[in-house]
Structure formats: structure tokens, C-alpha cells
């Protein structure tokens, strides 16, 4: 059965700092989705990495796929508040079947 | 462009009630899938549906049931209502299958 883990499950940061979020998985899988909640809010789709070596970014967030290694890292760069939320890995295959990591719940400090 | 359209947004029962949350896809959007959100167990897919059938089925017991209508609105029941299915129920939709999924905001269920 498909696992995800991801790691840390809470990361404290200050402001202008970076940081990677870890998300490791069992199997083969199709594709790999990083999303984002805030609290009380639904899921915010943010990438959607298809192959190995898929590298994207937006803003001060950059998300990258090794799926030799069964990992996915969301890089964090020069931190702000705005980016506080908890951020879930997820891994799909040829349905729409998500298998979501834990969460990791990011606190900016200023 | 109207997102994904869940009812009601917040719901409390008592034990061995049921409940029935409705889910309304972007338009155009044929795959609707059902999540649960507890603090416990995490993000846990309960059903993905397309063109009006079930294509998978998450490990939950049979009290968790749902259908997909002709115009790809979504419904989802739950019967004899335990403390335990006190979460948050997230529907996405997509174009197709194997399309990103775009999130509702979810029906918070309480159960007394």
C-alpha cells in the first residue's frame, strides 16, 4: 500500500530564511501535487510534478520531483508571513485517488 | 468561473443520525472526488467518481456510501453517525480523470 511521508510535521522560521519541506513515498506513482491550507480553509492546489526531474516554481515557493529516489522536496526562499499554512504532499496514479503526506505546518516568524 | 460548491458548510448531528453533504463540480468538470479531514488520521480518500461511477473506494466501512448524477453533482451519505466521523469532508472535481483536482471548501461535520 502507498505511504507518504513527509517531514518536518512543524517548521518555525523566520522571516527571510529558507527551507525545504521532504516528501517521501513507497511506490511508483504518476504524479506528485503540493498543496497548501490555511487554517479553516480548504486545499489550495499549488504544483503538479509529472516527471522525474520536474522542477517548478512560483513566487518564493519551488517545488522538484526525483522519482528514483521517491522524493519530493517544496523549497522555501527568503520566508514571509504570508506563507504561513500547512502544506500537504500528495501522490496520485492513473486515477484521481490522492494519498495525501501528513502536513507540514509552517510558522514565519517575523 | 464558479470553483466547487459544497453544502452545507457546517452540520451537527447526534449519534446514529444520518447525513447527506452535496457537492456541485466546476462546470464542465466530470471527476468529483470525497475526502476526510481529522486531526488524527489526516487527509483519507473516501470515493472518486466519473461519468456517474464509482471508480475507487477508499478503506472506509459500508455506513460511508455515495452517488454521482447525470449532471456530475456529487452526494455522499453517511449513516448511523458515530463520534468518530466528527471532520472535515473535502470534494474536489477535475476535467478528466488523472486532471489536478480543484478543492471545495468542505462540509465540517460535528457529530454529538
Known amino acids: 500500500e502507498l505511504k507518504v511521508e513527509q517531514n518536518p510535521l512543524f517548521l518555525s522560521m523566520q522571516e527571510g530564511k529558507n527551507y525545504t519541506i521532504y516528501c517521501n513515498y513507497s511506490t511508483t506513482s504518476d504524479r506528485l501535487y503540493w498543496y497548501r491550507q490555511d487554517p479553516g480553509k480548504s486545499l489550495e492546489s499549488l504544483f503538479v510534478?509529472?516527471?522525474?526531474?520536474a522542477v517548478k516554481q512560483e513566487g518564493r515557493l519551488m517545488a522538484s520531483l526525483d522519482t528514483k529516489a521517491r522524493l519530493s522536496t517544496l523549497h522555501i526562499t527568503a520566508a514571509v508571513h504570508d506563507l504561513s499554512a500547512t502544506y500537504f504532499c500528495a501522490v496520485g496514479g492513473a486515477t484521481n485517488k490522492l494519498i495525501f503526506g501528513t502536513g507540514t505546518l509552517l510558522a514565519v516568524q517575523p | 468561473k464558479a470553483g466547487v460548491t459544497q453544502t452545507p458548510r457546517y452540520l451537527i448531528k447526534t449519534r446514529g443520525q444520518q447525513v447527506t453533504l452535496s457537492c456541485s463540480p466546476i462546470s464542465g468538470h466530470r471527476s468529483v472526488s470525497w475526502y476526510q479531514q481529522t486531526p488524527g488520521q489526516g487527509l483519507q480518500f473516501l470515493f472518486e467518481?466519473?461519468?456517474?461511477?464509482?471508480?475507487n473506494k477508499g478503506n472506509f466501512p459500508g455506513r460511508f456510501s455515495g452517488r454521482q448524477f447525470s449532471n456530475s453533482r456529487s452526494e455522499m451519505n453517511v449513516s448511523t453517525l458515530e463520534l468518530g466521523d466528527s471532520a472535515l469532508y473535502l470534494c474536489?472535481?477535475?476535467?478528466?480523470?488523472?486532471?489536478?483536482?480543484?478543492f471545495g471548501d468542505g462540509t465540517r461535520l460535528s457529530i454529538l
Open positions: 467518481y466519473f461519468s456517474e461511477t464509482q471508480r
Open positions: 510534478l509529472l516527471s522525474n526531474g
Open positions: 474536489a472535481s477535475s476535467l478528466e480523470l488523472n486532471q489536478p483536482q480543484h
